[in-house]
């Protein structure tokens, strides 16, 4: 006879690894902004590739006055931050910022190799971001 274990739990992969009771659901609000863990992550991690923390409203709707190259740019990182979020949590590979940041710079480096003018609408992007946050 053999028994099937399915690995399913309703909880939040990171929570649940903290011990947190009751763990949170897993919900798309949660696992990219609420989480205690994704959370501190986040913020690290914008504050290394923007200068800045993003608040919830710019991390699922990227909301500046800025041009479409630099839209496209943004939206590059932002996707590819929570490709790296979503795919630590499929792994049920715990979350930090040196994690993130390291897999994010690999797959941007990735990128870069095929665009180099992405790297440098980065950069720029990063600087007129800081800039219009401040002004």
Partial sequence: ??????????????????????????????IFWDCIRTNNALKEVSRYFLGFEI?????F?????????????????LSIIKYV??????RK???NTVLVTGEVNFHL???????????????ILRQNLIDKRRG
């Fill in 55 to 59: 608040n919830k409203k710019e991390w």
């Fill in 93 to 95: 590979k715990l979350i």
């Fill in 85 to 90: 979020m979503w795919s630590c949590k499929l």
């Fill in 109 to 123: 480096e990735y990128i870069f190799m095929t665009n180099r003018t992405i790297k440098t609408q980065l950069n």
């Fill in 1 to 30: 006879m053999i028994f099937i274990r399915h690995n399913y739990d309703a909880g939040c992969t990171f929570c649940n690894s903290l011990n947190l009771r009751p763990v949170p659901q897993e919900t798309v609000g949660h």
């Fill in 61 to 77: 709707y990227f909301d500046f006055n800025i041009t479409k190259n630099e839209r496209y740019v943004i939206g590059i990182l």
